[in-house]
């Protein structure tokens, strides 16, 4: 590999499912990994095979489904598990297999209860298992950042001389500071004897948020991959965020001396994918993809914009997918102008039925607000891709009078069969909720509910998540609407759908690097 390439390796199926609620079903999966595929990641890990059937199958079936991006299962140094990811990921175009062992003093004596030499002999062994599956092995000693030096690049040679193409350096915890994980990236380069045999990649967590610093200082010192995650999603504080690495790598050419291959300008639809699935809003303020990331109130920053982008912008907001946050169609628009507007975005669906889906709900859309943006394009394609559910919306009538308390009645498709409910609540959204449970009858618990406007105005589309649970599996639901309380009704029925398709849904259990 030329040294000019940086490795855009994405966890955000596996360590970004690890965030409580998080949890996505297959069809989600398979929506976000092919966004990823067509964002030109150049390796995405699909899951942990073992860890579940349903990681199992996820892992399976994004084998099937994607070609140019390899598609990574991990596993622990064991046998069993690395045999289950060469299973799971036996249909994959470019199979990869990521092992891992901790070595820190701390995880080998309390976790592991393992020797020193265990460790070196149990990371052997399962690269040269894994390597009897596929050539495309990676390796990496977790707890890497709180591990003792010596014995890190003693592992590191013997992995490498077992066969693994790549070795990745986790600070497992978040504890590192960037100077010090760039000067330890560094001395494994030159301490490891047979270095130049494999390409040094990096996982770093957000616990002291400096995942993306860490990540960008081990760049620097020599690492050529980067694991990272869709809007930094991830286990406790989170991983590394793409979007945030691939842009300052990018934008601090004077800096780094390596670029990616990532299609930036899918990075906003994509983040706006990650989030919608995952029920997990982006903060206003977050870089790069967050609302506020390219707004300018201050009068002094305005007056600088109008004359001169670049005295306070140090990128293009068309650079990340954000071409216009301007009216651009209305109700008057014809398919011409719409399909203009979805390419200029780069949102194009792969094919015609798609693409008529999606100008239908541009159309009733359209209908029920004056403007439409850029950001309801971008989260109507979010949107397309539905599956045919059991439970469908079907009428909605919710009152409210002052001192009387709310009051819904809520008809639902239950299979081809209409049935109805009335309800009382505390408030609107909370009488509409009691409607469909008397429907429904789930015995499901409310664990979240969350309102996010979708672009500004009175007319805007509410993004409503709702996250419930049954039997401790937990169950993300999305609905958007210009009425926030219909919103509400279709993210609930969301959620039931997925709870009725996968009533036995095995726990993602927290784990691996």
């Known amino acids: 590999m030329s040294d000019k390439n940086l490795i855009i390796f994405d966890t955000t199926l596996r360590d970004g499912e690890q965030s409580p609620g998080a949890s996505m079903d297959i069809d989600e ?33 994004i084998s099937k489904t994607i070609s140019s991006s390899t598609v990574c299962g991990l596993a622990r140094a064991l046998d069993k598990d690395i045999s289950i990811a060469a299973e799971a990921l036996k249909d994959a175009k470019l199979p990869r297999i990521h092992t891992f062992i901790a070595t820190s003093p701390i995880h080998m004596e309390k976790k592991l209860k393992m020797t020193p030499k265990q460790v070196i ?13 596929t050539q495309d092995v990676e390796f990496s000693p977790e707890d890497a950042g709180r591990s003792e030096l010596g014995f890190l690049c003693e592992v590191i040679e013997a992995a490498i001389t077992a066969g693994a193409k790549t070795i990745n350096i986790p600070d497992t915890v978040g504890y590192n500071l960037p100077h010090q994980f760039g000067e330890l990236i560094k001395k494994i380069i ?18 002291l948020g400096l995942a993306v610093a860490n990540s960008l200082s081990a760049v620097i010192n020599g690492a050529r991959q980067v694991e990272c995650t869709i809007n930094g999603l991830g286990e406790r504080a989170g ?21 990616t291959q990532i299609k930036t300008k ?14 997990f809003p982006v903060q206003p303020n977050k870089a790069i993809v967050g609302k506020n990331a390219f707004a300018h109130e201050s009068g002094i920053h305005q007056d600088g914009i109008i004359k001169s982008r670049e005295t306070y912008e140090i990128m293009r907001a068309e650079d990340i997918g954000l071409v216009s946050n301007s009216l651009v169609l209305g109700k008057h628009s014809g398919r011409n ?13 792969e094919n015609d039925n798609e693409f008529d889906a999606l100008f239908f709900k541009f159309k009733d859309l359209a209908d029920k607000k004056h403007e439409i943006f850029d950001e309801d394009l971008i989260n109507l394609v979010s949107k397309i891709h539905t599956n045919k559910s059991s439970i469908a919306f079907n009428y909605m009538n919710v009152s409210t009078e002052s001192g009387k308390r709310p009051h819904a009645h809520i008809i639902l498709d239950i299979d081809g ?27 499901s618990e409310l664990l979240l509910y969350s309102v996010n406007n979708i672009t500004s105005g009175t007319d805007a589309q ?30 609930l029925i969301n959620a039931l759908n997925k709870l009725k398709d996968n009533p036995d849904r095995a726990l993602v259990k927290q784990r691996g690097i």
Request: hydrophobic residues 45%; aromatic residues 4%.
């Open 337 to 349: 102008a719409f399909k203009q507007r979805i390419q200029d975005l780069d949102i194009m669906p």
């Open 190 to 207: 030159e301490n490891v004897d047979n270095s130049d045999k494999a390409i040094f990649s990096v996982h770093c967590h957000n616990d």
């Open 121 to 133: 002999e149990s990371a052997v062994k399962a690269v040269t298992l894994a390597k009897t599956f």
């Open 29 to 61: 999966k398979l929506q976000i990994a092919s966004s990823l595929e067509n964002l030109n990641v150049n390796v995405i890990e699909a899951g942990f095979p073992i860890a579940s059937k349903g990681d199992f199958n996820a892992v399976s079936e």
């Open 417 to 443: 069969k209409m049935t109805e409910a009335k309800a009382n609540g505390d408030g609107a959204v909370d009488a509409a909720f009691n409607a469909i449970e008397k429907i429904v009858g789930s015995d």
């Open 239 to 259: 991983n590394a965020a793409l979007e945030e690495i691939v842009m300052t790598v990018r934008t601090r050419k004077d800096i780094f001396n390596c670029d």
């Open 266 to 279: 899918n990075i906003l639809q994509v983040s706006r994918l990650v989030s919608g699935i995952t029920g």
């Open 462 to 491: 509410g993004e409503v998540t709702v996250r419930i649970s049954k039997n401790d599996v937990v169950f993300n639901g999305h609905g958007a609407d210009t009425d926030i309380v219909k919103a509400s009704v279709l993210a």
